[in-house]
T-cell receptor, first 112, second 118 residues
Framework: NAGVTQTPKFQVLKTGQSMTLQCAQD?????MSWYRQDPGMGLRLIHY???????DQGEVPNGYNVSRSTTEDFPLRLLSAAPSQTSVYFC???????????FGQGTRLTVV | AQSVTQLDSQVPVFEEAPVELRCNYSSSVSVYLFWYVQYPNQGLQLLLK??????LVKGINGFEAEFNKSQTSFHLRKPSVHISDTAEYFCAVMPQNAGGTSYGKLTFGQGTILTVHP
């Protein structure tokens, strides 16, 4: 009963490097989302998806790309990392008709 | 668009004392309301939610919250806190879409750090 799995748990990047944060869910949920958590700002929505092949921007999408080729996976790509992207990233999934969102354990990213 | 304001960034209390964490929201559409808890270095766990019906909702770990539509508030309460309640608490809203369901998009408040002292 894995739920929402995020990898890696920790990552240090140099400015300008690229990387992909992985998110996988085994609950067959249609909806998936990425959030970033910064001190004093709560969690802010980066991108979300309402199904395979359908994605849209959230509140803070700049610098991030997403795609959703399968129901299970929703990777978040940083094309050219910047120090402002130092944050804790959470992936979440949920279903239509069930309002509870299930969160992964988070990825702590530091960009130096 | 939605916004959520948690009125206290930090709340220190002594063990066995009551606590209230305050949350106000604004939205141009109907929303569902949630409280999540985050223990250190962990993900978010749902405490309780308000979808419809009775305005007083009970959650896990003895927490409850009251929805006040006229004041657009959703304050979280616990009559007697424990050391283990020390955590960060987030109030959040989710817009209802046309079918009464949602797209899973949450708008969070800034968080309230609850510290319970012995």
């Amino acid at each position: 009963n894995a739920g929402v799995t995020q990898t890696p748990k920790f990552q240090v990047l140099k400015t300008g490097q690229s990387m992909t944060l992985q998110c996988a869910q085994d609950m067959n949920h249609e909806y998936m989302s990425w959030y970033r958590q910064d001190p004093g700002m709560g969690l802010r929505l980066i991108h979300y998806s309402v199904g395979a092949g359908i994605t849209d921007q959230g509140e803070v999408p700049n610098g991030y790309n997403v795609s959703r080729s399968t129901t299970e996976d929703f990777p978040l790509r940083l094309l050219s990392a910047a120090p402002s992207q130092t944050s804790v990233y959470f992936c979440a999934s949920s279903d239509p008709g069930n309002t509870e969102a299930f969160f992964g354990q988070g990825t702590r990213l530091t960009v130096v | 668009a939605q916004s959520v304001t948690q009125l206290d960034s930090q709340v220190p209390v002594f063990e066995e004392a009551p606590v209230e964490l305050r949350c106000n929201y604004s939205s141009s559409v109907s929303v569902y309301l949630f409280w999540y808890v985050q223990y250190p270095n962990q993900g978010l766990q749902l405490l309780l939610k308000y979808l419809s019906g009775s305005t007083l909702v009970k959650g896990i770990n003895g927490f409850e919250a009251e929805f006040n539509k006229s004041q657009t508030s959703f304050h979280l309460r616990k009559p007697s806190v424990h050391i283990s309640d020390t955590a960060e608490y987030f109030c959040a809203v989710m817009p209802q879409n046309a079918g009464g369901t949602s797209y899973g998009k949450l708008t969070f408040g800034q968080g309230t750090i609850l510290t319970v002292h012995p």
